[in-house]
DNA sequence: ATCCATTTTTAGATAAGTCTAAAAATATTT
DNA sequence: AAATATTTTTAGACTTATCTAAAAATGGAT
């Protein structure tokens, strides 16, 4: 159907069209896929050819439904492969982006539903963003910075905006992962530091912990 | 490090080999990848440039050392993601080799080493076939098809030489799975059909059957 | 409204992998 | 051993996806 590189295009406009929705530049596809604005500008007009995108010259292009519902699932691939490499095979969270990119092209319908079945149908991956349905439907979660909480507000861990390595073993060392209750006891205007609670232990944490951290509030 | 191209060739030369071990001719490359013999020509001449095969002008192909350890270690891939799709993901023998086709070139070690590890380091994949080391190293199996076996001999079932749909049902219907322990009972040698027993029932199967079960010798 | 910087597109080139058609080497038959 | 058939290679062309360099369009700033 689609090529790999055709697929990549598709799924970081679909990325960018999130950010941009009245339209995408092409610096911005070329910037995203690490390539020059040329070759861009050929790969949209080819896409555009197949329908799953709009593009006029000079002004930008826009995925049709056809071509969102086709990124979509890529991106429902790609999270559910994370799922199975962080929960089965107990990668971390930081080690499974480059994995996944690979297999989110694996092509078969089958497996993926499969896979979703084995995994219990998961509705976040292992960063806590959302997993599409096989329709290319998101289900938008609540999910916000932990540093937006008030006190005595409560939250779930649901993911990490930057998920280096370093900050990871941190978590770990608070018992902190995807599903874990966190309450704010105390939040400092100053420095913007917080009391937390965590099954019966208080945490102090900085600004850069809290800015981090996406939790989802019931 | 390869491309796609490249390890499809090195899998399927790889194979031909066993069955030519004095060399394989392009032409036979060529219908094996289900391509132009010019094609195969231009592919072995590249990876003779390689390294990873010996090429001689009209008189054929040889892989290397080096050769030979590449090519297994996709097959390594393939038959470790044939046992992931039939053991967890509940396929049946005869759908996964095209999933597998595509799975076996994921490129990561660690992957491969925890869904080693995640099955339980097997030794066969679904068809009976043997699953190389990570250095590359196939351990012989003493595989050999039913038919062979006389009267008060007992095999285990180990795979399937041409897995039909229609034969795998048959297959279930009488308990034969991997595993399954199978005593020859009678043995004729006019049609050669057999009576055979597993766990204390008695079958009686044709050649057609015999000739296409694999079985392991004690 | 003109000039300038930025963005975007076009034109032409390159590399990988394939193809067809024709030429060359090898194998087989008589 | 010559003629014929088969196999294999070469030469040139095509497609996909990329690039560089140059041209064209857009958007501000003055």
Request: contains cysteine; charged residues 30%.
């Amino acid at each position: 159907m689609f090529t790999l590189a055709e697929e990549n295009y598709l799924k970081n406009i679909f990325h960018l069209q999130q950010l941009s929705p009245e339209g995408v530049s092409t610096n911005a596809i070329a910037e995203k896929l690490d390539t020059k604005p040329s070759s861009a500008t050929d790969m949209v007009q080819k896409l555009a050819e197949k329908d799953v995108l709009t593009y006029i010259k000079y002004k930008g292009t826009t995925l049709t439904e056809n071509g969102k519902k086709i990124a979509a699932n890529i991106i429902r691939k790609h999270r559910l492969w994370e799922v199975f490499l962080v929960e089965k095979l107990n990668f971390q969270w930081d080690e499974v982006h480059e994995i996944a990119e690979q297999l989110e092209h694996i092509q078969s319908e089958d497996l993926i539903a499969r896979l979703d079945k084995y995994l219990e149908y998961p509705s976040v991956d292992p960063h806590g963003d959302p997993i599409p349905d096989s329709n290319g439907n998101f289900k938008k979660t609540e999910k916000k910075l932990l540093s937006k909480l008030q006190p005595s507000q409560t939250g779930i861990c649901v993911g990490v905006k930057e998920s280096a390595s370093d900050f990871l073993k941190y978590l770990d060392k608070r018992n902190i992962a995807i599903g874990t209750e966190i309450s704010v006891l105390e939040k400092d205007d100053f420095d913007d530091s917080m009391t937390i609670q965590i099954k019966n232990e208080t945490y102090f944490i900085t600004k850069k912990v809290t800015e981090n951290l996406y939790v989802q509030i019931n």
